[in-house]
């Protein structure tokens, strides 16, 4: 059992104590990191004099190659030793000798451990921007490709206003505009360095970490020895950032879900995004979406892990800390992959045009553009209303839609009603009306989406 400390234990830890406490089976995920700490860590000491310029180039010469032996599958990393940290220090002394030990010279575990963390939720944060820009470029094709696609509104899963597929995408636009606006904001707050916080009171060595946070790519280094060991905000905030992600996906899931159905038919999912079924041979099934909703509950368990784990945790680093590990990896790799599928399924998916508008055509989304049309002929909105609603019931009776009605059949509700009736509630006019900032006017739509690709062109 490799470990990094023992001369004040008289024995060994019980084998099943050891395994309980390691974390080499998921902190070897940060290999990379790890590794690329040392070596600003050494190049630091060298520089600051408390290792000689030798001894510094022979540990970055023996990590590097420790480095590229892990990458090329050479060198793998075992159980045997407790955590990834020993695992390169102990190859580090078997290669370079008595040098190796020089390595973890004015550094602990705490601020290695914290480090590691924060340069690989780092570089994940920016693997998950590039993945919901690929999304927003996506809706926003799809946006400018369907200006002109009628479909209903919704409230309560219920028809309500005519609008455009352009519309009802951009909506999710939004959504996951402010998904990479948080992921840059979290990016921005987690970059500084908490290398060469030692333990939790810093080193009686004269550590340069302004140096290494350069170094390493960090705004610059944190200020509170303390804090710096036992910071798990920017893993909260992640998990948050996430949650949202996939609570925006599951949402949008949902929708693709419903509208896959033979009941509405809007859209088609593409065959490499859908199963069949084992013994209906008619299905064809949104199971991308499915699981995109389903593991939704598996990040926010993450968030919620992480809040109860740090939630009466004293100053400064305590061992309940190795426990954001597994699940925020888990909950990285889960958003990373339901990003990547459910824009494949989008770009890949056919919407029904005629599908949607004959929809719109039905359940009177057009009701309130007839009372507005009554309330500019002189009649008060309230008085508009209960004619349109008693209009509705009529038609409900005789199985029409308002569009079906002849002019005749209006006038018995209202004299107001005039022959441009039929235009007013027409859907392209019901949406082309609609030119307030925000609405689903074909003017406006167009607007929003040349800010759209202006957004995307600044991220």
Sequence with gaps: MAQLWGGRFTKETDKLVYNFNASIGFDQKFYKQDIKGSVAHV?????????????????????TGILTDIENGSLVITDEYEDIHSFVEAHLIDRIGEAGKKLHTGRSRNDQVALDMKLYVRDEVEELQVLVKELLITLNNIMEEHIETFMPGFTHLQKAQPITLAHHIGAYFEMFKRDLERLIDIYKR????????????????PLDREYTALELGFTGATLNSMDSVSDRDYIIELLSSLSTIMMHLSRFSEEVIIWNTNEYHFVEIDDAYSTGSSIMPQKKNPDIAELVRGKTGRVYGALMAILTTMKALP?????????????????????????????????????????????????????????????????????????????????????????????????????????????????????????????????????????????????
């Design 315 to 459: 100053l400064a680093y305590n061992k309940d800390m190795q426990e954001d590990k597994e699940l925020t990896f888990d909950a990285i790799d889960t958003v990373k992959g339901c990003l990547l599928l459910f824009e494949g399924m989008l770009k890949t998916m056919k919407f029904n045009r005629e599908a949607m508008e004959a929809s719109a055509l039905k359940g009177f989304a057009n009701a309130t553009d007839a009372a507005d049309y009554l309330v500019n002929n002189g009649i008060a909105f309230r008085d508009a209303h209960s004619i349109i609603g008693k209009l509705v019931l009529h038609c409900i009776d005789k199985g029409k839609a308002l569009d079906d009605l002849s002019l005749n059949d209006f006038k018995q509700f209202s004299k107001a009603f005039k022959e441009d009736i039929f235009d007013a509630i027409g859907l392209k006019t019901c949406v082309e009306k609609r030119t307030t900032k925000g609405a689903p006017g074909m003017s406006e739509m167009r607007k929003v989406i040349a800010l759209n690709k202006d957004f995307i062109a600044k991220h």
């Design 43 to 63: 190049k630091m000491l060298a520089k600051q004099g408390i290792l000689t310029k030798v001894e510094g180039e022979e540990l970055v010469k023996g990590l």
């Design 190 to 205: 987690m970059n500084y360095s908490p290398l060469g916080s030692g333990a939790l009171a810093g080193t009686t060595y």
